[in-house]
């Protein structure tokens, strides 16, 4: 067999994750392990120390857990630049514009340069960041047998193979998930199956590059065409004077119907992001998915609007704002809606604290005491411990207005 073709779990190999954060880190503990050697690349030198000290920058408590495991100590080591490997695994952002809203690869690109100087033939390059259809084929190939002089896939395996962890329950989701494993051929499939076969318990399913970009992207646009078919529903709602929960209710008693949940907009790294990389390969093609980011987007400025008519104009008025993640049960605030709602209300000089249970920093000893003198109590978030926190509040909370009903 040739040296390429070698499966991975037979020759236990050095994985050289570059990018350890919320994607990148979980995947390099699991294979950590799973007993094979893993470098953790970053160019942030806090979190390479943090690896190599067993403390993990991002979440706390559930990598925190992950990596204190002796397993895991032994066979994983932070690293400032790209080591020479067998498989190596590019989990950097991939963010958009924030006026063009067009992809930014700048990251993929600099980190799949990084790694051309330590590639050899035979080595295997995945890339786990989300990215538009045929960046895999197209951009990422090309770097590669640019700057290396090696062929794609001839003497380099090439695969995409997206994420779907959900932060909160990476631990569980990134073993049970099924997993898109889209070689750029066969050979690199397998190859990537191998490799993430040492970890992964759900389905490996193999599929092409293209397939796994496009469909990786599909899924959060599904979500984010979901979620502002809800916030139309509570607009059309408001309009017509009836409660949004009891029409979404009603509506999901249909057998094949389900509304989601209308909230203060859709937050996050990748919802109200990836949309806009199929908007940027299809433009023609896309409309639908465009005016669901419209929709979702305008959600914190309705917010705002529905919070000044309860202050009904009031001076001066206080507000206690509870949740500050950018979705409930989690603690992650990246582009957290909430966090606008916020700034559109200091903006019209409304002064607003906010708390968040469940965000490091953010939270209270007690709700009662903060929202003591409060005109109003708003929740941005709905956190389940929100609600515990209400009860125990009991009566002696100001008014309080629901904006994410549970
Ligand atoms: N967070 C999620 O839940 C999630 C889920 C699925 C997919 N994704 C996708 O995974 C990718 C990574 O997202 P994330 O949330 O892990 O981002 P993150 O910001 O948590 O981590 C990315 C890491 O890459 C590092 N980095 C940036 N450029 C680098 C370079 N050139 N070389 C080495 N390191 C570099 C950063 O310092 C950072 O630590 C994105 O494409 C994202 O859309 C994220």
Request: with cysteine; proline share 7%.
């Amino acid at each position: 067999m040739d040296a390429a073709r070698v499966p991975v779990r037979d020759v236990l190999p050095h994985i050289v994750v570059v990018g350890v954060g919320y994607v990148g880190l979980p995947a390099a503990v699991m294979w950590a392990k799973a007993g094979l050697s893993v470098t953790g690349v970053d160019i942030d030198p806090s979190i390479v120390e943090g690896i190599n000290n067993g403390r993990h920058h991002v979440t706390g408590g559930e990598l925190d857990r992950m990596l204190s495991d002796p397993a895991v100590r032994d066979h994983l080591v932070g690293s400032a630049t790209p080591v020479a490997g067998d498989a190596f695994i590019v989990a950097v952002p991939t963010p958009v514009d924030y006026l063009t809203k067009r992809p930014d690869l700048g990251a993929v690109e600099a980190a799949v340069r990084s790694i051309c100087p330590v590639l050899t033939r035979g080595n295997l390059v995945v890339i786990e960041s989300t990215i538009p259809p045929l960046t895999t084929s197209g951009l990422v190939k090309e770097l590669i047998e640019r700057e290396t002089g090696l062929k794609v896939p001839e003497d380099i395996l090439l695969a995409h193979c997206p994420e779907r962890i959900l932060p909160g329950a990476i631990e569980h989701e990134i073993v049970h998930n099924d997993r898109l494993i889209g070689g750029i051929d066969d050979a690199s499939t397998q190859a990537a199956t191998d490799l993430y076969a040492t970890f992964v318990k759900g389905a490996l399913i193999p599929t092409s590059a293209t397939a796994a970009e496009t469909a990786k992207i599909m899924e959060n646009a599904s979500r984010d065409v979901g979620i502002a078919l809800a916030n139309e529903c509570a607009l059309i709602c408001e309009k017509v004077g009836v409660d949004a929960s009891e029409v979404i209710a009603l509506a999901n008693r249909h057998p094949r119907v389900n509304i989601l949940s209308p909230g203060i907009g859709v937050g996050g790294h990748c919802i109200p992001v990836d949309p806009w990389f199929l908007v940027d390969v299809a433009p023609a093609e896309t409309r639908l998915l465009r005016a669901a980011r419209v929709v979702n987007d305008e959600m914190p400025k309705r917010a705002a609007t529905r919070v000044r008519t309860a202050l009904n104009g009031k001076r001066g008025a206080r507000v206690v704002a509870l949740g500050a993640a950018y979705k409930r049960e989690c603690d992650d605030v990246r582009e957290a809606p909430a966090r606008d709602v916020v700034r559109l209300l200091q903006a019209t000089g409304i002064t607003v604290e906010q708390y968040d249970p469940l965000v490091p920093g953010m939270g209270y000893a007690s709700l009662a005491e903060v929202a003591k003198g409060a005109d109003l109590v708003i929740i941005l978030v709905h956190h389940a411990r929100i609600d515990d926190d209400i009860a125990a509040a009991g009566g002696d909370l100001p008014p309080v207005l629901d904006l994410d009903p549970r």
